[in-house]
């Protein structure tokens, strides 16, 4: 990498992806990670490489085509941590994990944690509600 070049900081390449994702930017997010980086989805399932990030976004953008993600709040934990609270929400138009598309709305409160390396992110865990979500598309009874 050319020592010249100022490589954002880990809460400036959190931030982008949350742009990246709005913006529909796939080949900006493929950037952004490293190739063989490590996901962790929100159901806990763990997978590798930069390509499984774009399938999620690929199917959640699919599912909810006016999908748009706010970041409420971020903290810095780390040099190379960033843990960004956020919301996304949009409508169910489309085909989510077999469940086709309902027309409800939906909006979910979320978190990631991003580790970052030479300037991408090699890990990120996400966590959401996926009950609430379940509720919100008139799948599940929230009990």
């Known amino acids: 990498m050319n020592p010249m070049v100022t490589m954002p900081n880990v809460a ?11 913006a529909r930017d796939l080949d900006g997010l493929r950037e952004i990670y490293d190739a063989d980086c490590v996901y962790v989805t929100g159901d806990g399932v763990e997978q590798s490489g930069v390509d499984a990030v774009l399938r999620a976004v690929r199917k959640f953008t699919a599912a909810f085509p006016d999908l748009a993600i706010e970041i409420r709040q971020q903290h810095q934990a780390a040099d190379d941590m960033s843990i960004v609270e956020y919301t996304f929400a949009g409508t169910h138009r489309g085909e989510l994990e077999g469940i086709p598309a309902t027309g409800r709305e939906m909006e979910v409160v979320a978190c990631s944690v991003v580790a970052v390396r030479d300037g991408r992110i090699v890990e990120e865990r996400d966590y959401y509600d996926t009950l609430s979500l379940m509720t919100q598309l008139g799948i599940a009874n929230g009990g």
């Open 12 to 22: 400036e390449l959190h931030r982008a992806v949350y742009q990246a994702i709005n």
